[in-house]
């Protein structure tokens, strides 16, 4: 089975950035898309950004297209989730996933990290 560990939440001040990297478990992480998901207390869980197999081609949600950038290494087995310009919107519970198809729909992917928490102050 995968499992998932993310990294890098903290608190940073607005305009500040962040990087985030989601370890992953196994040798079968290049045959995954990859996404990352943020949920704020009492709202629903949001795609924030989602990268195919190859790395090739990334999507993003519109709120964060130019600020946020993802990367995987596969030789690492690790996603990263880059973030610049960070706003105090943007402070939520991060979370990583791994799924067939890099679709912005939580009910896509079948492996979830814990979670690290984001917190930007104004």
């Known amino acids: 089975q995968v499992q998932l560990v993310e990294s890098g939440g903290g608190l940073v001040q607005a305009g500040g950035s962040l990087r985030l990297s989601c370890a992953a478990s196994g040798r079968t992480f290049s045959s995954y898309a990859m996404g990352w998901f943020r949920q704020a207390p009492g709202k629903e869980r949001e795609f924030v950004a989602s990268i195919i197999r190859s790395g090739g081609n990334t999507y993003y949600a519109d709120s964060v297209k130019g600020r946020f950038t993802i990367s995987r290494d596969n030789a690492k087995n690790t996603v990263y989730l880059q973030m610049n310009s960070l706003k105090p919107e943007d402070t939520a519970v991060y979370y990583c996933?791994?799924?067939?198809?890099?679709?912005?729909?939580?009910?896509?992917?079948?492996?979830w990290g814990q979670g690290t928490q984001v917190t930007v102050s104004s």
């Open positions: 996933a791994a799924g067939r198809v890099p679709t912005t729909t939580p009910l896509a992917y079948n492996y």
